[in-house]
């Protein structure tokens, strides 16, 4: 998979894409993540990608040609182009069933907005997906750029070491996960229960279902509601 990231601060992106499951997919050639700074695309003199919005009030806007340029130029490349996104807290809000969406394409072009916003007509002419990745405002799309190739990432085949834990993962089945332990077997008075230690593969399944069952009604009633559980 490729992911092209365009955005004013590219720097902020070189220890994400060079860390942990992310850093290993990209050295083993699975996820390819390039970023560009969109002010090049900037034809003014000054090269600025913002302006005052008309009608007044605060804050700047993102104009439309850098970012509309930058897209288009990814457009060019012999590998076919991009799934476009725009991160906005205006968008559809990023779940596990739009990730396992996003990483079933062979592209993704990330724009990440700063300042006020964008360009009512980025939108339009883009024909970007917009996604948010949850009710807040972040000061800029990056972090949000940062969390969608995380858990896009972690659905390529073959990211994760074992493969089976991607499938068990909180949200997989439309479940949290359930409770984890490792050694020792007791710590400060608090002990593994006593079925993770029996062996018995069945009895484990059933446990880990249930727990999950539980937890997930407990903490995210809401997912329990389409009555699938
Ligand atoms: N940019 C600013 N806030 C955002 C959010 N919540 N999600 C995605 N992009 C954003």
């Given amino acids: 998979m490729r992911i092209d990231v365009l955005t004013l601060f ?54 439309c040609q850098p970012a509309l340029d930058a897209f288009e130029a990814l457009d060019a490349d012999p590998d076919g182009k991009p799934l476009r996104i725009l991160l906005t807290p205006q968008g559809e809000r990023l779940d596990q069933r739009i990730v396992e969406e996003l990483a ?29 990745i949850g009710d807040y405002v972040l000061s800029g799309g990056e972090s949000a750029a940062m969390v969608l190739i995380d ?9 994760l070491g074992d493969e089976q834990s991607a499938r068990d993962d909180s949200f997989s089945d439309g479940l949290l996960e359930y409770p984890q332990y490792t050694r020792p077997r007791e710590y400060r008075g608090l002990s593994v229960p006593e079925v993770l230690l029996s062996g018995d593969h069945g009895r484990i399944e059933q446990w880990r279902r249930s727990q999950a069952r539980m937890r997930t009604s407990q903490r995210r009633p809401d997912l329990m509601e389409d009555g699938s559980h």
């Fill in 104 to 132: 079933s394409v062979p592209r993704l072009a990330l724009l990440c907005g700063h300042y006020e916003g964008f360009d009512e007509r980025i939108r339009a002419l883009s024909g970007a997906r917009e996604i948010s």
């Fill in 10 to 63: 590219p720097q902020v992106f070189d220890g994400f894409v060079a860390s942990s499951i992310v850093g290993r997919a990209v050295a083993s050639g699975l996820l390819t993540v390039a970023c560009h700074d969109f002010r090049e695309h900037a034809k003014n003199k000054h090269r600025s990608v913002d302006d005052r919005p008309f009608g007044g009030g605060p804050g700047m806007v993102l104009m």
């Fill in 151 to 159: 858990a896009v990432t972690r659905l390529l085949p073959g990211a």
